[in-house]
């Protein structure tokens, strides 16, 4: 669906040439309502409607003349499309499926400089969890940011010839490969290594109890729910800092609400562990880092399964299977079917299960801890 615009002024960069178009506010509507199509049609490709797979149905398709995509552009985006039917139908073999979903995109700014443009829009989509096997949550969703370019023909007419990802993190509707971190090493010891977790189905039952002993497992998944979205001020916010973004750094406050105590000791010691508003250990917004420090701690220990998560449990990716971890995440939920779902920051995500997480990187590794 196509949400309101915010309209904001023109920054173009210098004196305007006379024969550059103008980008008035009607035009700048458009950017916004072409964002929210793209989304949109990428969003309604995962949803069990088979009557939105046909070229008529696409949203983009719609748009001509004054702003529409370019022809480059839009052989991407019949490429994502694909990709994302692709994920649909994997997720259908997992037994997952979405009954239907919404998307709606804000314009935050544009930038104009002669006949270039660029648009920031937010993308925020939530999708609904058809009952499959009766326990899931009623729905999944995130927000995510972008940056679309722009280009003016001669005509004055403007075409969409480029879209990028700015968050650091992973999208249900994210046709693209990740941003994948750079390894990091310790200092003066071997760090440990985590075990690689299995994504098969037959996981054998590893129960955790999650009413008793140290920790607080519903009020990690409490603190997961209430900031998956938002960002609590008593933090700093890593989003857009380079990959990895503020993805452990929010594990590390929900594990934090849930019990676990600082550790302090210099920020770069990865055998530490601490997060306040003025200072933060790497082991608390590091990727690599918290795996390390969790696992020399013994705060938790790996599993061999991922689908034996539950509640308070963490879950961390290698997209490209190089060695060194890219993201990190939290369990807020465990369906009685044995799936687990997970909420987690860059791009902002909640209750995304694992199925579509292994539906949409089956070429990753997976780490599991249980906490």
Same mark, same amino acid.
């Given at each position: 669906?196509?949400?309101?615009?915010?309209?904001?002024?023109?920054?173009?960069?210098?004196?305007? +040439?006379?024969?550059? %178009?103008?980008? /008035?506010?009607?035009?700048?509507?458009?950017?916004?309502?072409?964002? &929210? @199509?793209?989304?949109? =049609?990428?969003?309604?490709?995962?949803? &069990?409607?088979?009557?939105?797979?046909?070229?008529?149905?696409?949203?983009?398709?719609?748009?001509?003349?004054?702003?529409?995509?370019?022809?480059?552009?839009?052989?991407?985006? =019949?490429?994502?499309?694909?990709?994302?039917?692709?994920?649909?139908?994997?997720?259908?073999?997992?037994?997952?499926?979405?009954?239907?979903?919404?998307?709606?995109?804000?314009?935050?700014?544009?930038?104009?400089?002669?006949?270039?443009?660029?648009?920031?829009?937010?993308?925020? !989509?939530?999708?609904?969890?058809?009952?499959?096997?009766?326990?899931?949550?009623?729905?999944?969703?995130?927000?995510?940011?972008?940056?679309?370019?722009?280009?003016?023909?001669?005509?004055?007419?403007?075409?969409?010839?480029?879209?990028?990802? !700015? =968050?650091?993190?992973?999208?249900?509707?994210?046709?693209?490969?990740?941003?994948?971190?750079?390894?990091? !090493?310790? &200092?003066?010891?071997? %760090?440990?290594? @985590?075990?690689?977790?299995?994504?098969?189905?037959? @996981?054998?039952?590893?129960?955790?109890?999650?009413?008793?002993?140290?920790?607080?497992?519903?009020?990690?998944?409490?603190?997961?729910?209430?900031?998956?979205?938002?960002?609590? %001020? /008593?933090?700093?916010?890593?989003?857009?800092?380079?990959?990895?973004?503020?993805?452990?750094?929010?594990?590390?406050?929900?594990?934090?609400?849930?019990?676990?105590?600082?550790?302090?000791?210099?920020?770069?010691?990865?055998?530490?562990?601490?997060?306040?508003?003025?200072?933060?250990?790497?082991?608390?917004?590091?990727?690599?880092?918290?795996?390390?420090?969790?696992?020399?701690?013994?705060?938790?220990?790996?599993?061999?399964?991922?689908?034996?998560?539950?509640?308070?449990?963490?879950?961390?990716?290698?997209?490209?299977?190089?060695?060194?971890?890219?993201?990190?995440?939290?369990?807020?939920?465990?369906?009685?079917?044995?799936?687990?779902? +997970?909420?987690?920051?860059?791009?902002?995500?909640?209750?995304?299960?694992?199925?579509?997480?292994?539906?949409?990187?089956?070429?990753?590794?997976?780490?599991?801890?249980?906490?």
């Amino acid at each position: 669906m196509v949400a309101g615009v915010a309209l904001v002024p023109n920054w173009s960069a210098g004196a305007a +040439v006379t024969d550059d %178009p103008t980008v /008035d506010a009607a035009t700048k509507a458009t950017f916004q309502k072409l964002a &929210d @199509a793209v989304f949109t =049609d990428r969003t309604q490709a995962l949803v &069990d409607d088979s009557g939105r797979h046909g070229e008529h149905s696409k949203l983009t398709s719609h748009f001509s003349g004054k702003v529409r995509l370019s022809g480059t552009q839009a052989h991407a985006e =019949d490429s994502a499309l694909s990709q994302l039917r692709g994920r649909k139908d994997r997720l259908e073999q997992l037994g997952e499926r979405y009954s239907s979903a919404s998307t709606s995109v804000t314009l935050n700014a544009t930038e104009v400089k002669g006949r270039h443009a660029k648009a920031e829009v937010t993308e925020t !989509t939530t999708l609904t969890y058809e009952k499959v096997r009766g326990n899931e949550p009623k729905t999944t969703g995130f927000q995510a940011h972008h940056e679309l370019s722009f280009q003016a023909d001669k005509h004055g007419n403007w075409q969409l010839t480029g879209i990028k990802d !700015t =968050d650091d993190g992973v999208a249900v509707n994210q046709p693209t490969t990740p941003t994948v971190t750079e390894p990091a !090493t310790g &200092d003066d010891d071997s %760090p440990p290594a @985590a075990t690689r977790a299995s994504t098969s189905r037959n @996981a054998p039952a590893k129960a955790k109890n999650l009413t008793s002993g140290a920790y607080d497992y519903k009020a990690m998944a409490a603190y997961a729910q209430k900031y998956w979205n938002k960002y609590n %001020p /008593d933090y700093p916010d890593f989003s857009g800092q380079g990959a990895g973004g503020d993805c452990t750094n929010f594990v590390s406050q929900s594990l934090k609400a849930g019990g676990w105590k600082h550790v302090p000791g210099y920020t770069n010691d990865w055998h530490k562990w601490f997060g306040t508003a003025d200072i933060q250990s790497d082991s608390f917004v590091g990727v690599n880092e918290f795996s390390w420090f969790a696992l020399s701690s013994k705060r938790v220990t790996s599993l061999p399964y991922v689908y034996q998560l539950d509640v308070g449990d963490v879950l961390q990716m290698d997209f490209n299977r190089d060695g060194s971890k890219d993201h990190s995440m939290i369990v807020t939920y465990r369906s009685p079917q044995g799936v687990p779902y +997970v909420s987690y920051h860059s791009t902002n995500t909640y209750n995304r299960s694992v199925a579509s997480l292994i539906a949409s990187y089956p070429n990753a590794y997976y780490y599991a801890y249980r906490t």
